[in-house]
């Protein structure tokens, strides 16, 4: 089955082993069919370990593993060897600077971003929902990669699959809590329907990203809610009716 993967990379990873997956190829079935890598989502976990070793495979052979239990904190870890499954730190960020380790982080609307400074070998991956993005997510993998010898001047990102501006709708409170502190933040909203706003994810954490220094930065623009084909979504499971939903995972290493 792992011919049938599709493997997104960044331009801006380019010479870095990398890659964001979506639900194509895989060995689950039912409405999480396809590549559901998610150890939360209620499937046979032999499937998900399966679609685990594939996504591995697709991207780098050989490596080990490293994931954390997210919960959409700002937490980031040093991952120097993989945890087992019952011992993954709670965590939505995790860095190394060893070979052969492979870190990953799971997503199904939030947005996979993937981090490198090709110069001091040092690589980090982190979920940024909008509770994570606000919360600093983003800056902690920077800081974390920076006690490993990294430098934000010199580190590249790439924002994977996530649920786009024009399929994120919000109301009056999200965007009154968002902007409370950071007035600014209003430029990441478009108007929508009376009392609601459309919400700019992506946008946000690049901006996040160049805030702290990170100056090339890519988006790759993919929305996860519209394209039901390629992508899990927790939104879209949720509008649907659907018991659970399926995650698709984005892979980093050395």
Not at 31 to 44: E, H
Not at 211 to 231: H, I, N, P, S, W
């Amino acid at each position: 089955m792992a011919d049938a993967l599709e493997v997104y990379r960044a331009t801006a990873l380019q010479g870095v082993v990398h890659g964001f997956l979506g639900r194509q190829g895989g060995v689950s079935l039912g409405v999480v069919a396809g590549l559901n890598v998610g150890l939360g989502a209620g499937d046979d976990d032999r499937a998900v370990q399966r679609n685990r070793a594939l996504a591995v495979k697709a991207v780098s052979p050989g490596s080990r593993l490293a994931t954390v239990y997210q919960v959409h904190s700002a937490d980031c870890v040093l991952a120097s060897a993989p945890w087992s499954d019952a011992e993954r730190p709670r965590a939505d960020a995790l860095v190394t600077a060893t070979p052969g380790v492979l870190l990953g982080v799971v997503t199904a609307d939030c947005a996979p971003v993937l981090l490198a400074d090709r110069a001091a070998g040092v690589v980090g991956a982190a979920h940024a929902g909008w509770k994570g993005a606000v919360g600093g997510v983003t800056d902690a993998t920077i800081a974390a990669m920076e006690a490993l010898g990294a430098d934000r001047a010199r580190i590249v990102a790439a924002i994977g699959p996530c649920i786009a501006q024009v399929s994120y709708e919000v109301d009056q409170g999200f965007f009154d809590r968002f902007c409370a502190d950071a007035p600014d933040n209003a430029r990441f909203f478009a108007a929508g329907r009376t009392g609601h706003w459309q919400f700019d994810l992506e946008r946000y954490v690049a901006g996040r990203l160049e805030m702290a220094g990170v100056t090339a930065v890519e988006q790759l623009g993919l929305d996860t809610y519209t394209d039901k084909a390629r992508f899990f979504s927790y939104r879209r499971s949720t509008h649907c009716g659907e018991a659970t939903y399926g995650r698709q995972i984005s892979l980093i290493g050395l």
